[in-house]
């Protein structure tokens, strides 16, 4: 497993690169040094977000004279932690991180964090150049609640992609990435070497994470997993099937051994060490696998669109933000920590190190983080184009993260031989009443 130190010893080297953005406040007069003497608790999800932020933190505290305590923990350990403070409504920590895709009802319904219109319109408080209307669409409406409480900040619009294994595709002839889904399954058929170790495919297994992959494969087929109107169900028809049946001979019989216990972390260790040819997930992975310190295929991985499914081309987004608890006795303080954490300049270094990408429009027409970035034009032209096909990967309800371990339990049962029908009937039967429940 590619460990943390090391991520953020590739990001930290990624960062060594002369700045390409103005820096935060260098040009404002705005006071970075009103909040000085304070200290805020910062709690993230692991991600490579994070770890950018953590190699630079010292130049907030310098700008700012705040002391910042920073953790950082997998997300599977996070989302409890968080939800678990928050209803208690004693947090420990002044910034969080929170999963829009999964948490945005769990704390409108709590209203657990505080709204930012006031301090967003606060000239005192915000810096004139952080340019609220810079941030994408999608980004601002996934932080904005019905009632139009602000109560997060968009950190990163991730998208999936899928990468590939250039020298692995070339051994068996294959000039370039699959362009339908149809083809992917050829072609994992044709790139898996059990002999010499190497899967076809490599993607999440393990209940809850492998539903996100699960929906991308879904949305190829123009279906989601709920009702336009939130109210029905859409897990057990049959392009729900045919989709779990996909997702069975794809990872069981073209993954490696023990994908029905895999995550992300385990897949990206997979994919990096040379032992898979493809792999579909969050673009915000993207960076240690061209690190030569930490990856064997930093040389040879490619990037490209997710294929086209049979009835439409799309992928699947996810929205992730930072907020403030509504119970955070250092708002102010927490809120220039929001602004640093957002800022252009910010963004700007999570798109050039491919460490994400960002939900700030401006930072995409930098010509100089292009070509200042390790990543090649491919990666650039993939993130372009993945945009354009983003759709919501997950229901927006409440009880997301019970849907996805539900649902997860019947995928991965898939992978243990189960038949794909009687599981998606099982737990479609089995999440039935949590819906309804929240829908009263």
């Given amino acids: 497993m590619i460990r943390r130190r090391h991520l953020l010893q590739a990001s930290a080297g990624l960062l060594a690169a002369p700045a390409l953005v103005e820096k935060v406040g260098a040009q404002t007069a705005f006071d970075w040094k009103q909040f000085k003497g304070s200290k805020i608790e910062v709690n993230f999800a692991k991600s490579p977000r994070p770890d950018i932020l953590a190699a630079h933190q010292k130049e907030f505290e310098e700008m700012t004279g705040i002391k910042v305590g920073f953790e950082q923990v997998p997300e599977q350990q996070q989302r409890p932690k968080v939800a678990l403070e928050l209803s208690a409504g004693r947090p420990s920590f002044d910034v969080v991180n929170i999963a829009l895709h999964v ?16 301090m967003l319109k606060d000239p005192k408080l915000t810096t004139p150049d952080y340019d609220y209307a810079d941030f994408s669409g999608p980004g601002v409406r996934a932080a ?46 044709k790139l898996t070497d059990k002999a010499k170790g190497v899967a076809g495919f490599v ?4 209940k809850n994470a492998n539903v996100v992959l699960y929906d991308t494969f879904l949305l190829g087929w123009d279906q ?8 029905t169900l859409l897990t057990d028809t049959p392009a729900a099937i045919e989709v779990a ?16 216990g895999f995550n992300w972390n385990e897949s990206q260790t997979t994919f990096s060490q040379g032992r898979a040819a493809m792999w579909l997930d ?3 992975f993207s960076a240690p696998l061209i690190d030569k310190k930490v990856s064997k295929v ?23 933000a930072i907020a403030i608890p509504a119970a955070s006795k250092n708002k102010g303080a927490a809120w220039l920590y929001v602004q640093w954490a957002t800022s252009k300049a910010m ?4 798109l050039r190190t491919g460490s994400g990408t960002p939900p700030r429009a401006s930072v995409y027409g930098v010509k100089a983080i292009q070509d200042a970035a390790v990543f090649p034009k491919e990666w650039f032209d993939t993130v372009n184009a993945s945009l354009k096909l983003a759709r919501s990967g997950l229901p927006e309800i409440v009880s997301v993260t019970e849907f996805r371990d539900t649902l997860g339990v019947g995928l991965t049962n898939t992978l243990t031989g189960a038949d794909p029908a009687g599981e998606l009937k099982k737990a479609t039967e089995a999440f039935k009443p949590i819906l309804a429940k929240e829908l009263v």
């Fill in 282 to 284: 969050g673009v915000g």
């Fill in 103 to 118: 948490q945005k009802k769990l704390i409108e319904k709590g209203k657990w964090m505080a709204d930012l219109r006031p």
């Fill in 245 to 260: 049946q996909y997702y069975q001979k794809l990872l069981r019989d073209y993954g490696p051994a023990g994908v029905v």
């Fill in 144 to 189: 904005t609640g019905a009632d139009g409480t602000v109560h997060s900040i968009a950190l990163n619009q991730d998208l999936f992609i899928l990468f590939y294994n250039k020298a692995l595709f070339a051994e068996k002839g294959l000039s370039g990435p699959p362009k339908t889904y149809a083809e992917m399954m050829e072609y994992a058929a």
């Fill in 224 to 231: 989601e997993t709920l009702s336009k109107d939130g109210k």
């Fill in 347 to 350: 963004m700007g270094e999570y």
């Fill in 298 to 320: 930093a040389d040879t991985t490619g990037f490209a669109v997710v294929p086209r499914g049979p009835k439409a081309h799309n992928t699947s987004t996810f929205v992730d």
């Fill in 203 to 206: 993607g999440r297994g393990v």
